[in-house]
């Protein structure tokens, strides 16, 4: 009989159990926490020890050992261990992937977590060579020798490289031969949030505000709290100051954001405003830098982590607050793999550290509100427009008695006319991307179906293809009708349509489209947003990634196309979701 502990390891597959494993024949005994190399069939898996016993269900000369302990100490505490075993009970899902989805890409595939990447600078001979005449020669040997120039002596790392010039290896070959760049080794940089010159003061808060602060502030020990401010009440002040008084404590906070259509302009203010430079997780971020952000959180070297639904997941070494931005919406759901409601696991987490959360929203949900009115929470109103705004004027128009043409009414056509002449902007809002959400056969009624999964098929006509936006699967868009043969046309709108419709009818605007086709390429979404802001767009067109958490300062008309569309979805929130929208 051994005397040696067995090792509870959660692996990356999808079976709801933990497995057995001696330690490694050499060194110490993995610690609850820490990552794992074990065999598993005929591979070697990354596993995270969830804990040891004495026992086991199977003989112990049938266990294996693990192969090798990836960290020197534990990755995760207790109390990120608490929160993978939650999620794991809650949505009954195999806590191996788990804690995949839990942690990192890099580290989810083994890699250390201080990380040691491959960088290219220029050479020093580099500075005294003749550029103009390489452009001639070779102009992507220039492009790249001029970008690693820019970046002075540090130089860059590859993976930043790929994003900036995605074809530079072979031109590097040539540099490398040629002495004017190198490639070396070099440890990734660290995360530091005193990057920014130092915090400005805010605005004074009004009645409304100050009294929300003071409620928020009553207590730093869990409470759940609502804050319902309608559009323009200054919600994000009130933020500001409450994560300003966490800060100072000595604590971090965690602020989530639905989507990154919200982050660069949020950031941008919580970095003038705090003094700190917020770290950044979303998708939009490269492996290392996602790597760095998470492990600033952990070691706490970051104070402020700004983040998507997956964030929620992120270890905080001295945690003080939770914010939940726009806590109504959809995208704080992950609706494929392991699924789960970021705001429910908020508030989940809150709890077991005993420290506030605050849910922010223009238009709460349902059950959030009936949380309040039974007392678990406590709703915090912010009545009023800040800074004494006023609220819109609305218009309904009924396009039975005037038609709309490819989406815009003749009221609508007027209304754009108007404020374009009066060097104002426009947005056009259509909560569905692509061409047109149908493709229809006019002689057989046939419509154009997934075959995979058996949703309707969305024309895009710029790529000529049909794409399903539930499963992704696409096929070439056919002129013709599948099952008769005659001529099929697109039928209803879409923000690509849209796009194309306002072309014909303003010939001389402006017009950006800025929807998750659009902004696919990274930095696309930044550059579209900044252009937005600065008003070099007159009409913007967009989905409900463009419609909240921006402020466009030239932006005087708002139209909704279509905006009775969601009454008729198939979610049985569809009411409430068009009214939140």
Avoid at 328 to 346: I, P, V, W
Avoid at 355 to 367: D, F, H, Q, R
Wanted: aromatic share 4%; with cysteine; net charge neutral.
């Amino acid at each position: 009989m051994s005397n040696s502990p067995i090792i509870k390891v959660a692996v990356n597959v999808p079976l709801s159990r933990q497995f057995d494993y001696l330690p490694p024949a050499r060194g110490p005994v993995p610690a609850t926490g820490q990552r794992v190399l074990v065999p598993f069939g005929r591979r070697q898996q990354v596993g995270m020890v969830l804990g040891q016993s004495s026992e086991s269900d199977l003989p112990i000369a049938k266990l294996k050992r693990c192969s090798e302990v990836l960290d020197k100490d534990a990755l995760l505490s207790d109390s990120d261990l608490w929160l993978i075993h939650f999620v794991s009970d809650y949505y009954h899902h195999p806590v191996g992937e788990v804690v995949a989805a839990a942690l990192p890409t890099l580290l989810r595939h083994g890699k250390p977590l201080h990380l040691t990447i491959e960088k290219i600078a220029a050479a020093d001979r580099a500075r005294e060579f003749d550029l103009e005449a390489l452009a001639r020669r070779a102009p992507k040997q220039a492009e790249l020798l001029t970008l690693l120039l820019d970046a002075g002596g540090d130089g860059l790392d590859v993976e930043l490289a790929t994003e900036m010039l995605p074809n530079w290896r072979r031109a590097a070959t040539s540099l490398i031969e040629k002495g004017l760049i190198q490639s070396f080794e070099a440890r990734a940089d660290e995360f530091d949030e005193r990057l920014v010159a130092g915090k400005r003061p805010g605005p004074d808060l009004n009645k409304d505000q100050q009294d929300a602060l003071s409620k928020l502030r009553l207590r730093d020990r869990f409470g759940v709290y609502l804050l319902d401010g309608v559009t323009g009440s200054g919600k994000t002040e009130v933020y500001l100051q409450r994560v300003d008084d966490v800060l100072q404590s000595g604590k971090q906070a965690l602020l989530l954001v639905p989507e990154i259509g919200l982050t660069p302009q949020l950031v941008s203010r919580l970095r003038d405003r705090l003094g700190v430079e917020p770290a950044l997780l979303h998708s939009g971020l490269t492996d290392t830098a996602r790597l760095a952000a998470w492990r600033a959180a952990r070691s706490g070297a970051a104070t402020l982590l700004v983040g998507t639904r997956s964030a929620i997941f992120t270890p905080l070494k001295n945690p003080g607050l939770i914010i939940v931005d726009e806590e109504h919406d959809q995208s704080f759901k992950q609706q494929e793999g392991l699924r789960y409601s970021a705001r429910d696991l908020a508030i989940a987490r809150a709890k077991h550290l005993d420290i506030p959360v605050v849910l922010g929203s223009a238009t709460p949900s349902l059950e959030m509100l009936q949380h309040c009115r039974g007392g678990s929470y406590q709703h915090v109103i912010l009545p009023a427009r800040a800074g004494g705004a006023k609220a819109p004027t609305m218009r309904l128009v009924d396009t039975v008695r005037t038609p709309a043409t490819e989406g815009i009414s003749e009221p609508l056509a007027e209304s754009i006319h108007r404020h374009l002449d009066a060097g104002a902007q426009v947005l056009i809002f259509l909560n569905r991307r692509g061409f047109a959400p149908t493709l229809i056969c006019s002689s057989c009624g046939h419509i154009a179906g997934c075959e995979r999964c058996d949703s309707r098929l969305t024309v895009h006509a710029g790529s000529r293809q049909l794409r399903c936006h539930h499963c992704g699967a696409a096929r070439p868009l056919n002129e013709h009708c599948d099952e008769c043969g005659e001529t099929v046309k697109p039928l209803g709108e879409g923000t690509q349509r849209l796009e194309e419709s306002l072309t014909k009818r303003f010939p001389g605007a402006v017009i950006s489209r800025i929807d998750s086709d659009s902004t696919q390429l990274k930095g696309a979404m930044d550059e579209a947003l900044e252009n937005a802001t600065l008003g070099h767009a007159n009409i913007l067109v967009g989905t409900q990634m463009l419609s909240k958490g921006h402020h466009f300062p030239n932006l005087t008309l708002v139209g909704v196309v279509n905006a009775d569309q969601g009454l008729f979805g198939t979610d049985f929130r569809s009411g409430e979701r068009m009214a939140q929208a």
